[in-house]
């Protein structure tokens, strides 16, 4: 590999990492509702397209398994793994009703939706959280770019505020991992 692309990949990741630094108090904020909703017998769902269906997947391993120390499992669930769900409702309503139909089918009011997306712009994402939120389901947006559409829809919006897709997922994974962080330990878990 070219050295000076990578040191120009790592400068811009540093650049963008100075940027988020005032994402610091909307990102405890994510921290407090996903940690009162699984004090009060919520889960964690989430849900993205493409990489950050990936992320989605990602962040639900960590709060099942574990991220710092050995501990009991915080209840989350991505809804990109279901692949018999995914081609099911994709092929007999709408590639957009995908995650619209999990979370009415396994949803309730008290639990809480990642909605991931490097637009903003997902439509079924979009319909995902506008459906949590006519259940009660607090929605907290992981987002790139300007934060598209989701930003003004989301109950909570962490923009992260880049136009390359690989860079904002960086961050997505590094927020996600914070988060993580936050709640095992507000929970006393570690």
Do not use: W
Not at 77 to 102: E, H, K, M, P
Not at 160 to 173: D, G, L, S
């Amino acid at each position: 590999m070219n050295p000076s692309l990578f040191l120009h990949h790592l400068a811009e990741h540093q650049a963008l990492c100075e940027l988020v630094k005032g994402l610091d108090k909307d990102v405890e904020k994510a921290c407090q509702i996903i940690t009162t909703a699984v004090k009060h017998g919520g889960k964690i769902m989430l849900c993205g397209n493409g990489g950050s269906a990936s992320d989605s997947q990602h962040i639900a391993a960590e709060f099942i398994g574990r991220f710092t120390k050995d501990r009991e499992p915080i209840s989350a669930l991505a809804l990109t793994t279901d692949t018999s769900v995914l081609t099911c409702v994709g092929n007999d309503y709408a590639f957009d009703q995908i995650f619209v139909r999990q979370v009415k089918g396994l949803g309730r009011q008290g639990d809480v939706l990642m909605a991931i997306s490097t637009s903003g712009h997902s439509a079924n994402v979009i319909h995902a959280v506008n459906q949590a939120k006519l259940m009660g389901i607090q929605t907290i947006g992981l987002l790139g770019k300007d934060g598209g559409k989701l930003a003004n829809v989301c109950d909570l919006s962490l923009v992260v505020p880049h136009q390359q897709t690989a860079r904002i997922q960086e961050m997505h994974i590094l927020i996600g991992h914070i988060i993580c962080h936050s709640v095992e330990t507000q929970l006393g878990l570690v």
